[in-house]
């Protein structure tokens, strides 16, 4: 059983989720899926005060918001699954805030080295018009920080709502890349 942990940055239940039930459902049953709604927590953006650079044990981050019990689940996990729609190119702010608050988690322990992290991706646009940056960032991230990118989903041009939801191609992809993405998991 893996502990998979989804970090769900749209502000809303759309494009993203959906394709990420599919991800989740290829990925076969019997994970224990932590499914965290970003927009719902209470996440502040990092404030570059190093004090988790000057700290040795844990996060060592200085801000007490729920990012605090969200370093233990980014430890935990033995997937962290990114699902972020594109905005301006990027990631959502929600994403992005905690994408730099793991820095503090990179730094003293390096706790999350080794770690493995996949993505999956939603955008209006052309697929490496769109999602490409984000891919590079994630894909960058997880180099600096010896993560194990494990690889993305990315539906682009996505078809919103019902046309993305009857969508038996896409639906088959997404599943497709769960599967793969769970055997990527076990393989280590
Ligand atoms: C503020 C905003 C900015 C966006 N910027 C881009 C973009 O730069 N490139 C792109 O391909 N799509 C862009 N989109 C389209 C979304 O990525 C796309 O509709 C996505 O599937 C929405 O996912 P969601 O329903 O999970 O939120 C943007 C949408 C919004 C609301």
Redesign the pocket.
């Given at each position: 059983m893996n502990n998979i942990l989804v970090l769900e940055g749209?502000?809303?239940?759309?494009?993203?989720?959906?394709?990420t039930d599919w991800v989740l459902a290829g990925m076969g049953k019997g994970n224990k899926v932590t499914r965290v709604k970003l927009c719902e927590q209470h996440i502040q953006p990092c404030q570059e005060c190093f004090t988790c650079t000057d700290t040795k044990k844990g996060a060592g981050c200085a801000q007490d918001d729920d990012m605090v019990e969200l370093y233990d689940k980014l430890i935990d996990a033995d997937l962290v699954l990114w699902?972020?729609?594109?905005?301006?190119?990027?990631v959502?702010a929600q994403t992005k805030a905690v994408l730099d608050r793991c820095f503090a988690l990179l730094t003293g322990e390096d706790l999350l080295k080794g770690s493995k992290w996949a993505l999956v991706?939603?955008?209006?646009?052309?697929a490496f018009?769109?999602?490409d940056l984000a891919v590079e960032m994630f894909r960058r991230l997880a180099d600096y920080g010896d993560i194990k990118y494990l690889g993305q989903h990315v539906?682009?041009?996505?078809p919103?709502g019902a046309k993305?939801k009857n969508s038996a191609v896409l639906q088959k992809q997404a599943k497709l890349f769960g599967k793969e993405l769970a055997a990527a998991v076990k393989k280590g």
């Open positions: 749209s502000p809303r239940k759309g494009n993203t989720s959906v394709v699902a972020s729609p594109i905005f301006c190119w990027n959502t991706i939603t955008a209006g646009g052309d018009d769109g999602a539906v682009a041009p996505c919103d993305l």
